[in-house]
């Protein structure tokens, strides 16, 4: 079966004497109907359309005395049905449904994000059919925003697939001196949080109390050997600075549950009660919003605790292929909460971190299935069931028990105030969120909300990847700041 939307297969199939056939073994296909099915399958994924505009079966030489060879090509192929996890791979209809969907490769195309086989399930099988260092370069373009995997027609994993093979090519060639300083770093929390400390006021000649880095901030400083790495970062983007004050300082002493009769929450059930996971980002960054998010947690009458011995929970170290520091990361993380929830009995893990959210609830399973540690897998299950994300809990937990929300009154006219929302990659590709955080706005905060142009799309952030390609981060940057501002948002 071929399937083309142009004739020259058929052309070139029919016409010379000699018909050879060169396929791999995983275009096998057992029976007609399954054919079908891949027919309806490909057509939809690949062009969204019902059928191909040439659909050819050939059964055999076209006319009596003309010869058809059909020639199967391994080339890795064995070696990836093999492996347990690669394996899933071979189900892939060449679609390119992964490719269409995948921000990065929009950017910069298939010669750059591949090596021969382009996209996500090139970056898949380039070293199985190619080697591993066909495939160095090109598996960094991926933001892991997780996008492939849910409109991929055959399900394969793709996503934890490129992780794993991130993580092989970092086994064959290391870890690039600077991650391997930073991750291990990361992996000693008392180190982590030195080190931390130390910057946020050897940056104050830079960021001159601001809490960015801007691309102006560093004057002739940026061009000192040790500084001019960071101000090439800083070029086209603000970089948030080291918070002196993180959260885990602020939060001392204020994380005593709010009068329920203050703020009108209706519950039929006990205090709610909650351990507040940060994350890096919020803990060390943005405490701000860490600050407003334990706030609301209180008005809304839950009883928040902050285990103060909480680190990071090695989503970096991961998406870097470094699984060594990631595994010491989370049975470190896996452990302080466990401790924290026995203290406190507290009902949920609760995180405003997608990312962190998606790492504790779902990396740390299949991290531990892969090495077959049975206790770790285990406690990381035991974890996940009580992790959610913020906008979950306030959307699934508190309003759903009537809690009302502690609205300020705009001092502004009705329909002043005028939102648009990003779906972040973590929260609608890995926990499926998308009317959470807009019931909110809308529902309880009774704000307008205005849909931006591909809300779901990358912002280009991607962890390490912005850093490693700038200027691709930079272009899913500002088609996200274009659409954000069509919306006319205040």
């Known amino acids: 079966m071929m399937l083309t939307n142009e004739g020259n297969g058929r052309l070139v199939t029919s016409l010379p004497p000699v018909h050879v056939v060169m396929a791999g073994y995983d275009k096998l296909i057992g029976t007609f109907a399954d054919a079908m099915t891949q027919l309806r399958l490909l057509a939809r ?43 899933d791979a071979l189900r892939c209809i060449r679609c390119a449904a992964c490719a269409n969907i995948c921000p990065s490769y929009q950017q910069v195309g298939g ?21 591993l260092e066909a495939d160095a370069g090109p598996q960094s373009l991926c933001v892991s925003c997780n996008a492939c995997e849910t409109i991929c027609p055959v399900e394969i994993p793709l996503p934890n697939l490129i992780l794993d ?23 000693r ?8 400390r130390f910057f946020s006021i050897a940056q104050l000649p830079v960021t001159r109390g601001s809490n960015y880095i801007r691309p102006r901030s560093f004057g002739i400083l940026g061009r000192l050997p040790g500084v001019r790495p960071i101000a090439k970062l800083a070029r086209w983007r603000s970089l948030p600075a080291f918070a002196i004050k993180p959260l885990r300082d602020r939060v001392k002493g204020q994380v005593s549950p709010a009068s329920r009769a203050t703020v009108g929450a209706r519950f039929s059930s006990p205090v709610i009660t909650v351990c507040y996971f940060a994350g890096c980002m919020i803990d060390r960054l943005f405490p701000e919003m860490g600050e407003a998010a334990i706030k609301v947690l209180q ?23 470094d699984r060594a520091d990631c595994i010491k990361m989370a049975r470190q993380t896996i452990a302080v ?48 069931a009580k992790v959610m994300d913020f906008a979950s809990f306030v959307d699934h937990v508190l309003l759903a028990n009537g809690t009302k929300l502690p609205v300020r009154k705009s001092d502004g006219k009705a329909g ?14 890995c926990l499926g969120l998308r009317s959470e955080a807009r019931h909110i706005i809308q529902e309880a905060l009774g704000l307008e909300l205005r849909e931006m142009p591909q809300s779901d799309v990358c912002c280009g952030f991607g962890g390490a990847t912005s850093i490693e390609h700038g200027d691709v981060a930079e272009r899913l940057m500002n088609n996200k700041l274009n659409n954000a501002g069509s919306t006319g948002a205040t």
């Open 165 to 187: 093979v991130r993580s092989r090519v970092v086994e064959a060639k290391g870890l690039p001196w600077l991650k391997k300083v930073i991750f291990g770093a990361l992996a």
């Open 337 to 384: 909460l466990e401790q924290a929830l026995e203290q406190s009995k507290a009902d949920y893990i609760v995180g405003a971190t997608t990312s962190c959210v998606v790492t504790l609830s779902q990396d740390y399973i299949r991290l531990f299935e892969d090495l077959q540690q049975q206790e770790w897998l285990q406690r990381a299950r035991a974890l996940a």
């Open 111 to 131: 010669h750059a994000f591949g090596y021969i086989y382009s996209g996500a399930i090139g970056l898949v099988v380039t070293p199985f059919h190619h080697g």
């Open 189 to 196: 929390p008392r180190l982590f949080d030195l080190a931390v």
């Open 45 to 87: 994924s690949a062009t969204a359309q019902q059928i191909t505009s040439y659909t050819t079966f050939i059964t055999g030489p076209a006319t009596p005395g003309k010869e058809m060879h059909i020639v199967l090509v391994d080339n890795g192929r064995s070696e990836m049905r093999a492996d347990p996890h690669f394996k």
């Open 416 to 429: 002043e105030v005028i939102v648009t929302y990003h779906d972040s990659c973590q929260s609608i590709n």
């Open 299 to 321: 008005a809304c009458g839950v009883q928040v605790t902050f285990p103060q011995k909480q680190n990071c929970c090695g989503l970096i170290a991961l998406n870097s292929g």
